[in-house]
């Protein structure tokens, strides 16, 4: 068994999308197995209790950062009035926005006032800012979007970190287009983050395609992985709100069961590898 050497970031997206998501996340993070968790303002279950529920887990000791998911894909809607482009209401979907953003055919400002927007309602929300920022489906590393992104960070949550998603270079050979894809959106994003003094984390994993024995998967994310990298995870139970707005279900069970396993610790364990410890913001 190595000796734990390396202290890492395990962050749970997606908090705010549905009640039984939120719950299965926030019992994770009171058995200590996960320590960060991102918050998604556009959804409709980050406030009142659920909001609460969360807060009050980093009482006293704090026992998990509170990120902000920027999000800014169907099918949730805008805070912000006149976002556009807009489809029947709402974001349109990933690959659509995803277009836009390489043809640079979005519109800068409403970019930026909404997802100055998103952090207005994370600020009002739990009473500060966000410890990190980060993006639902990883949008906000894509052009025009990733400048937005930045700005706001820079201006609104000036300490908080911005997640990248390049894999570290010792990290195993990508087997993904969609890590490929990551790491070459990430290298712009880097330099900008960097031009504009904005921290991001030393290395990034977690990206598969949800499929498959995720115990197999989970040990592949912590090699290579430097001290204050960060793994991705989306743990959760389903109801019948995550079936409605996102196809990733049962896995989701699949990922929270390996994570309050025994074999998630003797994983973390048998990599020298601990989760840091937050800070209180």
């Not at 909001?51 to 949730?76: D, E, S």
Request: proline share 7%.
């Amino acid at each position: 068994m190595a000796k734990a050497g390396r202290r890492i970031w395990l962050c749970a997206d997606d908090y705010g999308i549905s009640p039984a998501v939120n719950a299965a996340i926030r019992e994770l993070i009171v058995r200590g197995r996960i320590n960060a968790t991102s918050v998604m303002t556009a959804a409709s279950y980050c406030g009142g209790g659920e909001a609460m529920a969360l807060a009050a887990l980093n009482a006293g000791q704090p026992r998990a950062a509170l990120g902000l998911h920027v999000t800014l894909t169907a099918p949730f809607k805008p805070l912000s009035e006149g976002f556009t482009p807009l489809a029947h209401g709402q974001f349109p979907p990933l690959n659509r926005m995803m277009r836009a953003a390489l043809a640079r055919r979005l519109k800068p400002e409403r970019l930026t006032i909404e997802i100055a927007t998103q952090v207005e309602a994370f600020v009002t929300t739990f009473g500060r800012p966000p410890d990190f920022i980060d993006g639902h489906q990883h949008i906000h590393l894509f052009p025009q979007v990733c400048d937005a992104a930045l700005k706001v960070a820079a201006e609104a949550a000036p300490g908080a970190w911005v997640r990248q998603c390049g894999r570290p270079r010792a990290a195993p050979r990508a087997h993904l287009v969609k890590e490929l894809l990551l790491d070459v959106l990430s290298l712009a994003f880097r330099r900008k983050a960097r031009r504009l003094g904005v921290a991001t984390n030393p290395g990034f994993a977690g990206a598969y395609d949800f499929a498959g024995d995720f115990a197999a998967v989970f040990p592949k994310f912590l090699a290579g992985l430097p001290d204050g990298g960060l793994i991705m995870c989306h743990p959760g139970f389903v109801d019948a709100e995550l079936e409605r707005l996102d196809p990733v279900t049962r896995q989701r069970e699949r990922e929270f069961a390996y994570f309050n396993s025994d074999t998630f610790a003797r994983a973390l364990a048998a990599h020298g590898v601990a989760l840091a410890a937050p800070e209180r913001g």
